[in-house]
């Protein structure tokens, strides 16, 4: 059975446009023939989160300041992966620059859409095997975050009472490659 068509966008203005944000005002018809507008939609480029795990099984992880809901988060490693740049690379990459970390296997286990009724963009989620520091991390100005590496078995049984990693897509990332390598059980 095919799907019903879409939103058609008749209209779109850019209201913010720098290197944070990309704001628009779209002017949209529903198939029922409702005219949205404004609806907004927040253009990003696409991110990766990583799930690193260290050779005795230990999650690396940042703690890091997160303006938004100004509180100290415990993340997955990531960002933004730029122009260009396939998701593995990124994540790779971003570990290193974030931990100083690196691992001996990278692998991309796919994409979800973070917001998708408002955001444009895709998270990536990579694992990464074998994860040990050879280096010390090299931060961007702003980015304020202290790495640490956890028991796995402690950061999942953190999960189960809404404990632990504080973003809701890295949560999604954590289980996708729990998942990925055969680890999830269900009771």
């Known amino acids: 059975m095919a799907e019903a ?3 058609q966008v008749l209209e779109e203005r ?3 446009q720098d290197r944070w944000i990309d704001l628009r005002a779209q002017r949209c018809l529903a198939p029922d023939g409702a005219v949205l507008d404004p609806f907004y939609v927040q253009k990003h480029p696409d991110w990766v989160h990583v799930v690193a795990l260290t050779p ?7 703690r890091q300041w997160r303006q938004g809901v100004s509180a100290w988060l415990t993340e997955l490693p990531g960002g933004a992966i730029d122009a260009g740049e396939d998701p593995a690379t990124a994540g790779a990459r971003e570990l290193l620059e974030e931990t100083g970390f690196a691992g001996q296997e990278v692998r991309w286990l796919g994409a ?4 998708p009724s408002k955001f444009s963009n895709a998270i990536h989620t990579v694992l990464v095997l074998g994860a040990t520091r050879v280096a010390a991390p090299h931060l961007e100005l702003g980015e304020t975050l202290s ?3 956890t028991p796995l078995a402690e950061v999942v049984a953190a999960l189960a009472t809404g404990g632990g ?3 809701a897509t890295h949560v999604a990332g954590l289980y996708s490659a729990l998942a990925a390598l055969g680890r999830l059980t269900f009771r």
């Open 5 to 7: 068509p879409g939103w």
């Open 14 to 16: 850019i209201l913010l």
């Open 56 to 62: 005795d099984d230990g999650l690396v992880l940042v």
């Open 112 to 115: 979800r859409a973070p917001e």
């Open 147 to 149: 790495v640490q590496v």
């Open 165 to 167: 990693i504080g973003s």
